[in-house]
């Protein structure tokens, strides 16, 4: 059997289990890998290559990095490979119908979600925050809609109380990179016929922005608890501490529920198991946190060196 033609388009993190998977695999050939153009970062702003680059430059992959995925020029230099399939995994930007029609079976994209649901930008964390009982991936056909293509496979995973979202999102990156193998050559042989989403039951999961993690403490303790290891490790859930001559950021790691009550926001405990806070119903247990420019503590850390009393209030 001659390997399969795949243009793999990826540029975060998630997108590296598909492509290593690919890679590995005799029946595929990656002719060659589009990622976004390298971004500064840092102090000194330099220029940093997407995860999915430096991956492709570890298998000698040929890297195209187009400024916009529309570019006629580049659409022709993805034209004159004869692609068989196009593998599309968080890359980050709208393809045009042009690239879409362009090799003989499509693109297919891997979503973390059961779409139609969670629709967007950040389906891994949204599903957390929400208190779901469970999520997965989904290898979608590519239309020219925000990830509303028809469905050719579907793996659903339970989220457990020890996920976070990067815990989450490293579970996913792997249980879609199989995924994408096991659905490919099926779809290509026309075993797999694919299955419009359903009509009922769409969300949006908004891009999470830095305001997202601020605790307000006016919700009910589960929903804050869901909250904290959606957004962690970014942006981090985080509170402040009444100080002068400025409140101090206060970024919380870990949470457990308790079985508490009082004012939302109030400190009703604190002890070296940690710290008890009331919310608008029920309460958390502060167990690991970090103070603005200092190290992850440590409820017993934290305490030994910043002391901290029952009856102070976090801010909303």
């Not at 330099?46 to 999915?52: A, E, G, I, R």
């Not at 362009?102 to 059961?114: D, F, I, R, Y």
């Not at 904290?228 to 457990?256: D, M, N, S």
Request: aromatic share 6%; net charge positive; with cysteine.
């Amino acid at each position: 059997m001659t390997a399969l033609r795949i243009i793999f388009m990826g540029t975060a993190e998630l997108s590296c289990a598909s492509l290593e998977k690919l890679c590995g695999d005799p029946r595929f050939q990656v002719v060659a890998v589009v990622t976004q153009p390298d971004k500064p970062k840092g102090r000194d702003l330099k220029l940093q290559p997407s995860p999915v680059k430096v991956l492709a430059q570890k298998f000698n992959l040929t890297v195209w990095q187009p400024l916009k995925a529309r570019d006629e020029n580049f659409i022709a230099e993805l034209r004159a490979l004869k692609p068989d399939l196009i593998v599309v995994v968080a890359y980050g930007q709208i393809l045009p119908q042009s690239v879409l029609d362009l090799p003989a079976h499509g693109c297919l994209n891997v979503h973390t979600s059961l779409l139609p649901k969670y629709r967007g930008a950040a389906p891994i964390q949204w599903a957390i925050a929400n208190g779901d009982a469970e999520t997965g991936v989904t290898i979608m056909k590519m239309d020219a809609g925000l990830d509303t293509g028809p469905v050719l496979a579907l793996r659903r995973t339970p989220i457990v109380p020890e996920d976070d979202s990067q815990i989450l999102h490293d579970r996913l990156a792997q249980l879609g990179a199989q995924l994408l193998v096991e659905t490919i050559l099926d779809y290509v042989a026309g075993k797999i016929r694919p299955q419009p989403q359903p009509a009922e039951g769409s969300t949006y999961a908004a891009k999470i922005k830095k305001e997202d993690g601020h605790i307000d403490w006016n919700l009910p303790a589960k929903r804050i608890w869901s909250r904290q290891r959606a957004f962690t490790p970014w942006p981090g859930a985080f509170t402040f501490l009444p100080a002068t001559p400025r409140p101090q950021l206060l970024k919380i790691w870990r949470l457990e529920l308790v079985e508490r009550s009082g004012p939302a926001g109030e400190v009703l405990s604190v002890d070296k198991d940690g710290i008890v806070v009331a919310c608008g119903e029920g309460a958390v247990r502060i167990l690991e946190l970090q103070l603005e420019g200092g190290k992850r503590l440590t409820c017993a850390q934290f305490l030994s060196g910043h002391p901290l009393k029952a009856g102070g209030v976090f801010a909303a």
